[in-house]
């Protein structure tokens, strides 16, 4: 249908009042793309868009048309004319006024119409070529960006809670960095769920595409709603502390910059389109995604019913998987007929219908062990006597048999032979330490001891110290009973306080003095003989 056709056709919707009429022209705009030539037209509207300003007659846009190439390269000038004149009803283009410049009349005949694109046409071809290079991608979700538009916040507070005001241009260029990164993250949230709300509106999902959407779902969609949900109350409280400033701030930076909306003042007939966040109308938008304002619900609240919807629709299609699975098929009407038999029957014939229906008959017949310390007499009725557990194999299948393979018994040797190999070698160097140990006895401040003999060293000296008393006599501190040995290491070590001694245990992890102490290490069948000697 052509553009005056399609006018006519839906001229009687139309009120004929100025603002419908102006709608209806922008409408106009979109008729090129459900046109039966519309490859033709998009092709056309595509070299116009190559270029900034472009003001072009037929034999330029027959030129560019033949370097890209296809099936539209073949257009006729006569065609394309009449595609360009059509395009100019339909307001994507314009009448250029360029002034031709031809040497003869052909020439001047070829280029006396051009042409340009208007911003409508512009804006709908970049829309469209958007739409048709990723329509059905799925858009990851700009989260990061959630972050920055609380740090701006919070930064634009504080710049308008300061003494004598924001600075102007310090406040724009955080306001337009602010409402860029949330506009990308707004539509980059509303396209994901567009794509997942048809993705889990399909019935055709085979196993591989619903685990690889069930953990889309849960992690992915679960990520998105646990950052907003966190992010959303710091950002509501950056608002409430920003709102009272707001209309002062907004005319400080209107004053200061007032960029192409001065042609609103100077032309009224002039529609100006502000930057984002210029605007009370862009703030107010912003505080009702993240806060409900007026009663009826923020963004954040939608995204949460979102995400539930979805989980409902996962559960559909995995209860609709399962069912094609089994084989199961529904048994909604034969269930309604029996409960109708049900309805009209008598008390013995409906006892009759559900043994007939379910084959249930005393509980006997289940052959499940009741609750021995439990006595219930004959005369209790089943509604209120207590309730016995059946296992789900008997209750679902009728079967008591077990399904499905036992598992084989794991193999522990290999890990039994490696920890007895540890345990051998763990014995072996506390043997070497022992043996150090007592070849080192009495010369500790001459021999520099390895790091197991130093551990052993210590850990006897602490046990040593911990079994000793002490007592005074004649003035001085004595240590009693201070020994401490081990029976597999053949090993005991004696220490006693010796005044003015100090005692050097050197090793490879470093040194330590032992005051007043005089240590011994020997066998442990020599260790009081050894003290005797030493005494």
């Not at 007026?294 to 995995?318: C, E, I, K, M, P």
């Not at 001459?446 to 052993?456: E, K, P, T, Y």
């Amino acid at each position: 249908m052509k553009g005056d056709e399609l006018h006519e056709g839906l001229g009687g919707e139309r009120s004929g009042e100025g603002s419908d009429s102006e709608v209806w022209q922008r409408l106009s705009a979109y008729a090129y793309l459900s046109a039966p030539e519309r490859l033709e037209y998009v092709a056309v509207m595509r070299v116009f868009c190559g270029t900034l300003l472009a003001d072009l007659a037929v034999p330029d846009v027959l030129g560019k048309l033949a370097q890209a190439g296809g099936p539209v390269a073949a257009l006729g000038a006569e065609t394309l004319t009449a595609r360009l004149e059509q395009l100019v009803r339909w307001g994507n283009l314009l009448r250029s006024t360029h002034t031709v410049t031809a040497t003869s009349i052909a020439e001047y005949q070829r280029s006396r119409s051009r042409y340009q694109l208007s911003k409508l046409g512009e804006r709908v071809q970049r829309d469209a070529d958007e739409v048709l290079a990723g329509a059905d991608a799925a858009r990851e979700v700009s989260s990061e960006l959630l972050t920055l538009v609380d740090r701006g916040l919070g930064e634009i507070a504080a710049l308008a809670a300061a003494p004598g005001g924001a600075d102007p241009q310090q406040a724009l260029e955080k306001i337009s960095t602010l409402f860029a990164q949330f506009a990308e993250f707004a539509e980059s949230v509303r396209d994901f769920y567009a794509y997942l709300g048809q993705v889990l509106a399909r019935y055709d999902l085979d196993g591989a595409e619903y685990q690889g959407f069930k953990e889309l779902l849960l992690d992915y969609v679960e990520a998105i709603t646990e950052d907003v949900s966190f992010r959303a109350p710091r950002i509501a409280a950056h608002l409430r502390a920003i709102w009272p400033h707001l209309p002062t701030l907004l005319s400080r930076i209107d004053a200061h910059a007032a960029g192409i909306g001065a042609l609103s003042s100077a032309l009224p007939e002039t529609r100006v389109q502000r930057s984002r966040g210029r605007e009370l109308a862009d703030w107010e938008g912003l505080r009702d995604w993240f806060a409900d304002s007026d009663g009826q619900g923020s963004q954040v609240d939608q995204l949460r019913d979102a995400t539930l919807r979805a989980l409902q629709s996962l559960l559909a299609n995995a209860k609709r998987m399962l069912r094609s699975a089994s084989g199961e098929m529904s048994r909604r009407r034969d269930l309604l007929r029996l409960a109708a038999w049900f309805d009209a029957a008598e008390p013995e014939e409906a006892h009759d219908i559900a043994v007939a229906a379910f084959g249930l008959y005393g509980a006997r017949h289940l052959g499940v062990a009741p609750n021995p310390d439990a006595s219930v007499p004959a005369y209790v009725s089943w509604w209120t006597g207590p309730v016995v557990d059946v296992p789900v194999a008997l209750r679902e299948r009728g079967s008591r048999a077990l399904r499905g393979r036992s598992a084989a018994v794991e193999d522990h040797g290999e890990q039994k032979r490696r920890l007895v190999e540890q345990a051998r070698e763990q014995v072996a160097a506390r043997q070497a330490a022992a043996a150090e140990l007592r070849s080192a006895s009495g010369r500790f401040d001459q021999v520099r001891l390895g790091s197991a003999a130093m551990r052993l060293l210590l850990e006897l000296l602490t046990t040593a110290l911990g079994n000793a008393q002490l007592h005074t006599e004649a003035g001085e501190f004595l240590l009693e009973g201070a020994q401490a040995g081990d029976e597999d290491l053949g090993i005991r070590l004696t220490a006693w306080r010796t005044p003015g001694r100090h005692t050097v245990l050197r090793s490879v992890d470093g040194d330590l003095t032992a005051d007043d102490l005089t240590l011994v290490v020997d066998s442990s069948a020599s260790a009081p003989a050894a003290r005797e000697a030493s005494a």
